[in-house]
Nanobody, 117 residues
Framework: QVQLVESGGGLVQPGGSLRLSCAAS????????MGWYRQAPGKQRELVAD???????NYADFVNGRFSMSRDNAKNTVFLQMNSLKPEDTAVYYCNFESAAGTQQYWGQGTQVTVSS
């Protein structure tokens, strides 16, 4: 079992910044991928970015250079630095953990990000 605890969400104005964090605990001794997803009301969940143990990162096209993801393997923690936020970025942001074999997948509780003037 893996537990994921997210933090860092909140209310920001357009153009503002937030830094999300996700700390993993439990059975995390094997290689894994961690990612950030988001889901707006009435919309399906979509990938924002993910990162491997080797720190290879994939970003969704809508990120457009505004976000950066990083990983602290020693602390089993990932971060998402979000800059130049837009109203369309408003969503619940979820942390995801997936084992390299794809047999284990876990989700955090989500953290609300609201971008509004």
């Amino acid at each position: 079992q893996v537990q994921l605890v997210e933090s860092g969400g909140g209310l920001v104005q357009p153009g503002g910044s937030l830094r999300l964090s996700c700390a993993a605990s439990g059975d995390i001794s094997r290689p894994y991928v961690m990612g950030w997803y988001r889901q707006a009301p009435g919309k399906q969940r979509e990938l924002v970015a993910d990162i491997t143990t080797g720190r290879r990162i994939n970003y969704a096209d809508f990120v457009n250079g505004r976000f950066s993801m990083s990983r602290d393997n020693a602390k089993n923690t990932v971060f998402l630095q979000m800059n130049s936020l837009k109203p369309e970025d408003t969503a619940v942001y979820y942390c995801n953990f997936e084992s390299a074999a794809g047999t284990q997948q876990y989700w955090g509780q989500g953290t609300q990000v609201t971008v509004s003037s």
